[in-house]
């Protein structure tokens, strides 16, 4: 599964990261980024991610 994080939503939280780092990643500016795809691994781990954003920049692609 592919996911997008719309950047002006972001508040670099970190929450994303913390769930599931192997597919969120905080960038130098702070803000996170999708960096790969989720894999049979840690899709529930995503998914859970995208669902716990406080802003609900998280979405799939
Ligand atoms: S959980 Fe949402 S607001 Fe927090 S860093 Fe991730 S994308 Fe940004």
Same mark, same amino acid.
Not at 49 to 53: E, R, Y
């Given at each position: 599964m592919k996911y997008a994080v719309d950047q002006d939503a972001c508040i670099g939280c970190g929450?994303?990261?913390a769930l599931c780092s192997?597919?969120?990643a905080i960038g130098l500016d702070g803000k %996170?980024? +999708?960096v790969k795809g989720?894999?049979?691994d840690n899709d529930l781990a995503a998914s859970e %991610?995208? +669902?716990?954003?406080p802003v609900g920049a998280i979405s799939q692609e």
């Open positions: 929450m994303c990261e192997e597919v969120f %996170a980024q +999708a989720s894999t049979s %991610a995208m +669902a716990s954003c």
